[in-house]
Structures are given as C-alpha cells and as structure tokens.
C-alpha cells in the first residue's frame, strides 16, 4: 500500500526559506508524477501549488508561488520536495504532497489517487 509522508512544515518569518519533504512508502517514486497542495486555514479546498512529472523534468506551479517556490524528485530516495523561498503570510497553510499513477503532472486534487497527512506550514509577519 502506497503510504506519502510530509515533513519540514514550521513557523517562520516573512522573507524566510523552508524545504518540505514527502517520502514515498510501499511502492517506487518512479511510478508517479507528483505534486504539492495546500489548505488555508478556514478553507475547505486544496488548492494547487506545484506539480512535477514522474522524472521531475517538467514543473508547473501555481502563479502565486511562481519564481519563490521550486519543486523537485529524487526518484532515487523517493522523495519529493518543495523549497520554498521569500515566503509571505499567505503561504499559511497546510500542505499535502500527492501521487497520480501517471507518468505526467496533473493539476486538479481529484486526478490524484494517493495523498500524505499534510505539514503545517506558519508564515508570521
């Protein structure tokens, strides 16, 4: 059974940087695209950050984190990864990694089959 595991969710600062990570258990990294949602507080929608294909060549991102956000996989470890850069108030939220089985990105949560339990990620001014 595939299992995804976020890590690296904190508080910080405006301005400041925070890598998250998303281990991929029970299966191979390789077999998924894979992407990165977030849920503001109050908010019931996951909405789109970021997504990758299934080597991480192709990247796709959200305009709100275009040029501050950079996600990346290490098919390798089986990891997935969001660096997140000049990070604002509004980047609060909790964020889930996902997988599609499909070798390209997707950008809508209902194409995802498998989602982590999420990293709380606090942006204080």
């Known amino acids: 059974q595939v299992r995804l595991v976020e890590s690296g969710g904190r508080l910080v600062h405006t301005g400041e940087s925070l890598r998250l990570s998303c281990v991929v258990l029970g299966d191979s990294a390789v077999n998924f695209a894979m992407g990165w949602f977030r849920q503001a507080p109050g908010q019931e929608e996951r909405k789109f950050v970021s997504t990758c294909n299934w080597n991480g060549g192709s990247t796709y991102y959200d305009d709100s984190v275009k040029g501050r956000f950079t996600i990346s996989k290490d098919n390798r470890a089986n990891m997935l990864y969001l660096q997140m850069d000049d990070l604002k108030s509004e980047d609060t939220a909790t964020y889930f990694c996902?997988?599609?089985?499909?070798?390209?990105?997707?950008?809508?949560?209902?194409?995802?089959?498998?989602w982590g339990q999420g990293t709380q990620v606090t942006v204080s001014s």
């Open positions: 996902a997988a599609i089985d499909d070798t390209l990105p997707a950008f809508r949560p209902d194409e995802y089959r498998y």
